[in-house]
């Protein structure tokens, strides 16, 4: 975790911004390198851009700061849902074997 500290306090944001993540992460996550042709795309950046104005009328933040709260509600959700989802399987599996 040391490590993971260390390399996130020595990056350049400039250099950050010429990553193309999309591309990046796709390789780990294929799903990431075929959305775009399927989902509604503009339907969800709408809600987006909403959730983040919000943010910033409402607590004053920068537009960086409001981004990076969202994406940490969104973080913490998904990992509240996923572990859910996860638990309920491994309880229908249990009752099943039973």
């Not at 996130?8 to 796709?26: F, G």
């Not at 950046?45 to 409001?66: C, G, P, T, V």
Request: proline share 2%; hydrophobic share 40%; net charge positive.
């Amino acid at each position: 975790m040391k490590r993971i500290e260390k390399i996130i306090q020595q990056t350049d944001d400039q250099e950050v911004s010429k990553i193309n993540w999309t591309n990046a992460w796709s390789k780990k996550y294929p799903v990431l390198a075929t959305y775009q042709e399927q989902v509604d795309i503009p339907k969800y950046a709408k809600e987006i851009r909403k959730m983040l104005s919000q943010l910033e009328q409402d607590y004053h933040f920068s537009k960086q700061d409001a981004m990076l709260v969202l994406k940490d509600i969104l973080y913490h959700e998904v990992d509240e849902f996923l572990n859910f989802n996860f638990k309920f399987v491994i309880m229908n599996m249990s009752r099943k074997l039973a």
